[in-house]
């Protein structure tokens, strides 16, 4: 059985089918936050068209993350296309906490060096109703996030 995890948006709710084969860390700790509430409410922050929509900072800026250690790289064969759930991260690759990305469109820039961990796979208009900008004027919100039963 594939794992999900639903993401509703307070533009509707997305399906996002879990690698834990590809990412194994990385699906443990969103899981983890997700089933905390750590999500809940978190704004949308950097939602740049034709590249990605950036979310999971409690601060709203980017500047922040749970107060969980950092988790190490799992770099796969994931490539960064439409619908790709990747892990955010600073410059250090051992970085990534709680914040992630959906990827709006071929981002393979990326691929190698940010750890994807899961695919939309149904819902996918709703993240693209993501209010726009750095960050949006308006942002869009997590309404929940948690794993589906």
């Known amino acids: 059985m ?7 948006l307070d533009t509707g709710d997305v399906t996002i089918e879990l690698m834990p084969e590809k990412a194994p860390n990385h699906v443990a700790r969103v899981k983890e936050l997700a089933e905390e509430g750590f999500y809940d409410g978190v704004k949308l922050h950097r939602v740049i068209d034709g590249f990605m929509a950036q979310m999971g900072c409690p601060k709203g800026n980017g500047t922040g993350g749970s107060d969980k250690p950092n988790i190490a790289a799992e770099f796969n064969d994931v490539g960064h296309q439409r619908g790709v759930c990747s892990m ?16 709006f469109d071929d981002a393979s820039f990326l691929d190698g060096q940010y750890t994807a961990w899961g695919q939309v796979v149904e819902g996918m208009e709703n993240v693209d109703a993501a209010a726009r900008g750095e960050p949006p004027a308006e942002p869009t919100k997590i309404v929940s996030m948690r794993v589906a039963a």
């Open 2 to 8: 594939t794992e999900k995890l639903i993401l509703k």
């Open 88 to 103: 955010a991260r600073a410059q250090d690759p051992d970085s990534a906490n709680s914040q992630f990305f959906i990827c």
